[in-house]
């Protein structure tokens, strides 16, 4: 049996059943321990965060008084490391074509209940065009594993045409890319191609229920799966993003796996990952969701979001549409620092280039409304909505970005590009259709807000950029 080793390269070796189990009976046993339990919270109050079994330990306290103590404590956090700025983003399916067997996504190759559908270029123009004029800078690409429909080149060249588009006021600024594990070589390539984070989520890290779920296909290779990280990272990507797909395993072996991956990716590089996403199991074609027994309550999915929180500070996290505005909003408060705002699951959904697209969705979203609701939903809420990439395009990643994150130092160059990409965003793209509660007037003032928190001499310089934020005279990359 493989050892437990977060140095190493091997999946076996850094997420090692053997020392997850020895985590979690740790946990089991001594969990409704309260000395102990008040000895790991006083550790988090250090706002340094804590180790995957102390995490797991405050996971399975069942004292709900503890459990507020945890939502407050990672409310503070989330204040502390990030104030009150929430980046927005929209994914772009670009092909629904798959040869994996993943028996919980629609995509699966044998589902025959969906149309098959790849992007043309042309279509993409389209779809970006779309999102541009809804005033999206960053983008999360997503596309199924086909080396025929969708190999790498489709994907390059799809950036490419993405970074080309400059509708009107628009551009896309950071494309985030979401496709499947691939080699240290293509690895090279994405990166050349100035891709923003690459994103793979890891669905299960337990091996047997994963190749259980993945029965054929190269995604059924649970190694090779696991260690895509490690050759992103070796390619030269900086920001990676980590997550599972909540319902698939036991939550408590998957929510230890992923504190176990971050803090390999810490030692081995430098930097653990940029983002950790937390995706619950949806409602979609060809998949019933009563196959799945682990389905997680909403209690104990936000608690694993706030001792996330807890445990990796520093590291960014984000919740897509699947989840609910009421979902969303207690999320927001207690970690997550990225939200997706009017998303189209489905392939060519932003332009609607024919009537089938609806049919090629991913997943449902509980989440409908159009990105100027959730601009506005989110002022409204007190937070900053930000667009800003600046930190990509200033190099500003992997290990530099950490380290400017554990000193709680982005507020410093986060709140100024965020109030600048909001004003960019109120002036070009903003509804003033509604007086008072119009998404324009309300950034106004929540502009003007918080502007008089900054130092006098900072707010002088914001107010004189904001002007030229507004003329698109300011380059966030
Ligand atoms: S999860 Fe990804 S790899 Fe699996 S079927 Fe869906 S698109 Fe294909």
Redesign the pocket.
């Known amino acids: 049996m493989a050892k437990y080793d977060l140095m190493s390269d091997k999946a076996e070796c850094f997420i090692n059943p053997q020392n997850i189990e020895d985590v979690l009976s740790h946990a089991r046993k001594r969990s409704q321990d309260r000395a102990l339990v008040s000895e790991i919270l006083e550790k988090a109050k250090k706002m340094e965060g804590i180790t995957a079994s102390d995490a797991a330990l405050l996971l399975l306290n069942r004292n709900p008084e503890i459990t507020a103590e945890i939502f407050a404590l990672a409310e503070q956090i989330t204040d502390a490391y990030y104030g009150n700025r929430k980046v927005l983003f929209a994914p772009l399916y670009l092909s629904?074509y798959?040869?994996?067997?993943?028996t919980?996504?629609?995509?699966?190759?044998i589902n025959r209940n969906i149309p098959r559908k790849k992007m043309t270029q042309e279509e993409i123009k389209a779809e970006v065009i779309a999102l541009q004029d809804m005033g999206h800078k960053r983008l999360a690409l997503e596309?199924?594993?086909d080396p025929f429909h969708n190999p790498l080149e489709y994907i390059l060249e799809s950036i490419d045409t993405i970074y080309g588009i400059h509708h009107q006021a628009g551009s896309i600024r950071r494309v985030n890319v979401n496709i499947?594990a691939t080699t240290v070589e293509n690895y090279k390539k994405l990166h050349d191609a100035k891709i923003g984070t690459y994103v793979l989520f890891q669905?299960t890290y337990n091996k047997k229920e994963y190749e259980r779920l993945?029965p054929k296909?190269p995604?059924s290779d649970y190694a090779y799966h696991t260690e895509a990280m490690d050759r992103a990272m070796k390619a030269g990507i900086e920001d990676v993003g980590i997550g599972v797909l909540f319902g698939l395993h036991n939550y408590a072996y998957e929510f230890v796996a992923i504190l176990k991956h971050a803090k390999h990716l810490e030692w081995k590089y430098g930097a653990g990952p940029h983002t950790i996403s937390v995706p619950r199991l949806q409602p979609a074609s060809d998949i019933n969701l009563a196959d799945f027994k682990n389905g997680l309550p909403d209690d104990i999915f936000l608690k694993i979001v706030a001792l996330l929180r807890i445990a990796v500070p520093y590291t960014g996290m984000i919740m897509s549409t699947r989840e609910s505005e009421h979902i969303r909003r207690q999320a927001l408060k207690i970690g997550i620092s990225q939200i997706s705002g009017g998303s189209k699951t489905t392939v060519g959904g932003y332009a609607a280039h024919d009537n089938t697209t609806s049919k090629t969705a991913?997943f449902e979203l509980s989440d409908e409304r159009t990105l100027d609701e959730v601009v506005n939903w989110l002022m409204t809420l007190g937070y900053v909505p930000s667009f800003c990439t600046a930190c990509y395009g200033k190099g500003r990643q992997g290990v530099d970005f950490m380290s400017i994150c554990k000193q709680k130092q982005i507020h410093n160059f986060c709140t100024p590009n965020a109030l600048l990409t909001l004003a960019e965003y109120l002036s070009n793209y903003a509804s003033d259709a509604d007086g008072i509660h119009s998404t324009k007037y309300i950034g106004a003032q929540l502009i003007e807000a918080e502007l008089q928190q900054l130092p006098e001499t900072m707010r002088k310089v914001v107010r004189a950029r904001m002007e030229e934020a507004i003329k698109g005279n300011v380059k966030f990359v």
């Open positions: 629904n798959c040869v994996n067997h993943c919980y996504c629609p995509y699966h190759a596309a199924g594993e499947a669905e993945h296909g995604k991913q």
